[in-house]
C-alpha cells in the first residue's frame, strides 16, 4: 500500500489568506483542491510539499459569472459542475467536452478546472511507483539526470496531459493568478512553456484563482481526445478547434490547439489563418489539417504509437471542423473510442 508523506495541513477561508500563506511558505506549499491528481502524485513520492493548502473553503473560487463582455469562471469549479451545466454550450461546447471526457464521473465530482489547468505532466517512465522508478535509477523529471525517452536530452519531454487547457486556449481563455504583491493576467496559452519539468509559469506565490474568456458570440467550438479507452485514460492526443462563421458561412475568426504531443498545448496558427475568409467545405478542412498536424511530434511516453498518433492528428482536426460545419461525426467519436491500432 502506498501511504502520503507527512505534511501540514492549512485550509484558508479567503483568497488573501491562502496568498499568504503561499508567500510564507513558497515552493514548500502546494494548493490542494480535489487532490485527484497531487495525492496520487505525492504517494508515489513525485511531489513532497511540505504544507497542503486545501481551498475548499474560499466560496469565491468556485463562482461562475455569465455576461457581457465576457465570464468568469473559478478555478475550483468542478469538471462535473462544467460539463453539466447546459450554459456551457455552443462557444463553450469545447471546454463542456473537454471536462466530461475526464476520468470518470467520481472524479469528475471532485477534480477543478484549476487543478487540470495545472496538471502535472506525464510520462511512462515518470508515472510509476517510487521502487519502480529508484530500480531504472530514477528520470530526469524526478531524482535522476537521465531523460529515458530522449537520453541524449538535456531537457525533460514529460507530455502535458491537461484536457481543459487546449479547450480553454481554443477559446481566447486567460486565466487570473493572485499573490500578496498583487495580481495578474495572462494568456492561458502563455502560461504554459515546453519544459516538462518546469512546464508552468504560475510563481510558487501565485494562486490560479479564475478563468477569464471574452465575449463568444458568434462561435462553435468542440473537443475531441484520443484514448485507449471510452472512460478514465489521460489522453495522449487531442484536438481543440473554433470558429466564428459569417451568415454564409465563411469563416471570420478561427483557432485550433492541438494537445498531448508535447510538453505544452501547441497552437496550430497556421492552420487557423488558413481558414479565415473560407468557408468549411472538403478542400479548405483538408489543408487546415494537413497544416495542423505538422505540428504535432509525438515521442514515445505514453500509450500507441507515437508515429500512429501524428497520423491520427489529421484526422481529428478534420472531424473537428466538420463538426463545427455542423455533420454529424458521432459515428467517428465512437469509431476512435472502439480502435486499437496494432
Excluded at 467520481?106 to 519502480?132: F, H, K, P, V
Excluded at 470558429?243 to 478561427?254: H, I, M, P, T
Aim: aromatic letters at 8%; hydrophobic letters at 40%.
Amino acid at each position: 500500500m502506498m501511504r502520503l508523506p507527512l505534511f501540514e495541513f492549512r485550509a484558508p477561508s479567503t483568497v488573501q489568506e491562502a496568498v499568504h500563506i503561499l508567500d510564507g511558505e513558497g515552493a514548500k506549499a502546494m494548493p490542494l483542491a480535489g487532490g485527484t491528481d497531487l495525492l496520487p502524485n505525492m504517494k508515489r513520492r513525485q511531489q513532497v510539499p511540505r504544507t497542503l493548502m486545501s481551498l475548499r473553503h474560499i466560496e469565491a473560487l468556485s463562482r461562475i459569472e455569465f455576461g457581457q463582455p465576457g465570464s468568469k469562471l473559478g478555478a475550483c469549479l468542478t469538471l462535473a459542475d462544467i460539463a453539466e451545466d447546459p450554459r456551457f454550450r455552443n462557444g463553450l461546447t469545447a471546454l463542456a467536452q473537454a471536462a466530461s471526457f475526464v476520468a470518470t464521473p467520481q472524479i469528475r465530482n471532485m477534480a477543478t478546472l484549476g487543478g487540470n489547468l495545472c496538471l502535472d505532466t506525464r510520462c511512462n517512465y515518470y508515472d510509476q511507483s517510487y521502487e519502480w522508478r529508484k530500480a531504472i535509477g530514477f528520470c530526469l523529471k524526478k531524482d535522476g539526470t537521465t531523460c529515458w525517452v530522449a537520453p541524449g536530452s538535456k531537457k525533460c519531454v514529460a507530455v502535458s496531459s491537461t484536457d481543459t487547457a487546449p479547450a480553454l486556449i481554443a477559446l481566447g481563455a486567460r486565466v487570473r493568478l493572485v499573490s500578496r504583491s498583487g495580481e495578474r493576467e495572462v494568456s492561458l496559452a502563455d502560461l504554459y512553456q515546453n519544459d516538462g519539468i518546469n512546464y508552468i509559469r504560475r510563481h510558487p506565490d501565485e494562486l490560479l484563482t479564475e478563468v477569464l474568456l471574452g465575449s463568444l458570440h458568434g462561435w462553435k467550438s468542440t473537443y475531441w481526445k484520443l484514448r485507449r479507452r471510452g472512460a478514465f485514460d489521460f489522453p495522449v492526443l487531442s484536438v481543440a478547434a473554433a470558429a466564428r462563421l459569417s451568415r454564409n458561412d465563411v469563416v471570420e475568426d478561427a483557432r485550433i490547439v492541438v494537445g498531448s504531443a508535447a510538453c505544452l498545448p501547441l497552437i496550430a496558427a497556421d492552420a487557423a489563418k488558413f481558414l479565415v475568409g473560407r468557408t468549411l467545405n472538403r478542400e479548405s478542412i483538408a489543408e487546415a489539417a494537413a497544416l495542423a498536424a505538422r505540428i504535432a511530434k509525438p515521442l514515445d511516453n505514453t500509450d500507441f504509437d507515437m508515429t500512429w498518433r501524428k497520423r491520427v492528428t489529421a484526422e481529428f482536426v478534420t472531424n473537428a471542423l466538420r463538426e463545427l460545419r455542423g455533420d454529424d461525426v458521432h459515428a467517428e467519436r465512437e469509431s476512435f473510442t472502439r480502435f486499437t491500432p496494432e
